[in-house]
């Protein structure tokens, strides 16, 4: 990812977390549900970082910040972690809207992927996009994800219960 750097998310990223988020409302609005004003504060991304980082020790995510000089540039998420007979998770994220169109968001599901077979031992990874974010539908399918169906009304996007096409990757 040439510069970017990949690395679990700290309580201290809360500001720059902050920033990034700032930075990218507009851009991030029809892809995101709908947020609450305090998430756009340091202390509402100290808050979000805490749930994030009990979920990681709980062992059912792993939330990723993508950096670039210290900033962040993106986040990166593998949720639901299951284990089990099912061996699988769901995988998120999104770039700064100053950073796209430059292979960042392909190279960093290339990391997810590598890491959840891995190190995490996953046998599949799951993602979801609106019907209409055909940038993301790219990126899954050129890493290897392949679209398995449509979920109606899956999750509630910019305010209103949104269709989402669902991909997978079987890792081994």
Wanted: aromatic share 10%; charged share 20%.
């Amino acid at each position: 990812m040439g510069s970017v750097q990949v690395r679990v998310l700290r309580l201290s990223d809360a500001e720059r977390m902050c920033a990034a988020y700032r930075r990218n409302r507009d851009h991030l609005a029809p892809w995101e549900p709908v947020r609450a004003e305090a998430f756009f504060t340091v202390d509402g991304q100290k808050a979000s970082i805490e749930s994030k980082i009990a979920l990681f020790i709980a062992g059912s995510d792993v939330p990723w910040v993508l950096l670039d000089g210290g900033v962040v540039i993106g986040v990166m998420t593998l949720s639901s972690i299951v284990r089990g007979p099912f061996l699988s998770a769901h995988l998120g994220y999104w770039v700064d809207k100053d950073y796209n169109g430059r292979g960042i968001g392909s190279a960093a599901v290339a990391y997810a992927v590598d890491a959840a077979r891995q190190e995490l031992g996953l046998h599949r990874l799951q993602a979801s996009t609106l019907t209409h974010n055909a940038a993301s539908q790219k990126i899954l399918k050129r890493s290897g994800f392949e679209e398995i169906g449509l979920a109606p009304e899956y999750l509630k996007i910019a305010g209103a219960w949104q269709d989402h096409l669902l991909f997978q990757r079987i890792l081994f």
